[in-house]
């Protein structure tokens, strides 16, 4: 039997590519009936972002430069690959984008339990799906704790931040190997596949990946 496929996904929350990116990998696997070992680890599109935050449109505008007209075009197209994986992006004007690095920390604390998939993919649809702020601690811990997690163990991490130099030592190690843009998968700590690539060329490596094993 073919043993359980490591996979390092470098991603953030707030990264609507980076859900793109994962769906694509899991239709993938399906697909192929293969085990993974997904394994999530910490990126900040915007490590300086204040408590605030920032409206998505004027934010986008100022970092990358495009028209409102350009980013309708680009959500509107975003929603339509992210429905065609399953996965439901609700775009609004008001939308904000916001520090992630409280809920890189609760990712981190639940990989720890081996259930980092969970915390990631429920934080990715809280942003995403139901326009809630996953920046605010109370949001956050309403999330975990709607899975099961200790809401009180969650608050107490977020306020002593005892993972804080966790996940700054694993971005700090990403950007070393030259991550600079996500989503950045990885197979078997050996084969990078950057972006959401799409689910034939994550089938494709899978394959390869699956027949080196054998």
């Known amino acids: 039997m073919t043993k359980a496929v490591h996979i390092d996904i470098v991603s953030d929350v707030v990264c609507p590519w980076c859900a793109i990116g994962y769906h694509q990998l899991r239709t993938a696997l399906d697909e192929l009936g293969m085990d993974a070992e997904i394994h999530w680890q910490p990126f900040q599109l915007n490590p300086d972002m204040g408590p605030e935050g920032q409206n998505l449109g004027e934010h986008l505008g100022e970092k990358y430069g495009i028209t409102p007209a350009q980013s309708r075009q680009n959500r509107d197209h975003i929603t339509a690959v992210g429905a065609e994986l399953g996965f439901t992006f609700r775009f609004t004007d008001e939308m904000r984008m916001v520090n992630t690095h409280d809920a890189h920390q609760l990712i981190?604390?639940?990989?720890?339990?081996?259930?980092?998939?969970?915390?990631?993919?429920?934080?990715?649809?809280?942003?995403?799906?139901?326009?809630?702020?996953?920046?605010?601690?109370?949001?956050?811990?309403?999330?975990?704790?709607?899975?099961?997690?200790?809401?009180d163990e969650a608050r107490a991490i977020l306020e002593d931040q005892r993972y804080d130099g966790a996940v700054l030592e694993q971005m700090d190690f990403w950007r070393q190997q030259g991550i600079n843009s996500v989503p950045a998968i990885i197979f078997e700590r050996k084969y990078l596949v950057p972006g959401a690539a799409g689910?034939?060329?994550?089938?494709?490596?899978?394959?390869?990946?699956?027949?080196?094993?054998?």
């Open 199 to 214: 689910v034939e060329q994550f089938r494709q490596v899978l394959s390869e990946v699956a027949q080196q094993q054998a």
């Open 108 to 151: 981190h604390w639940a990989a720890l339990e081996g259930r980092d998939t969970e915390v990631k993919q429920a934080f990715q649809k809280a942003y995403f799906t139901d326009g809630l702020d996953v920046s605010d601690r109370d949001v956050l811990v309403k999330l975990v704790s709607d899975l099961g997690f200790d809401a």
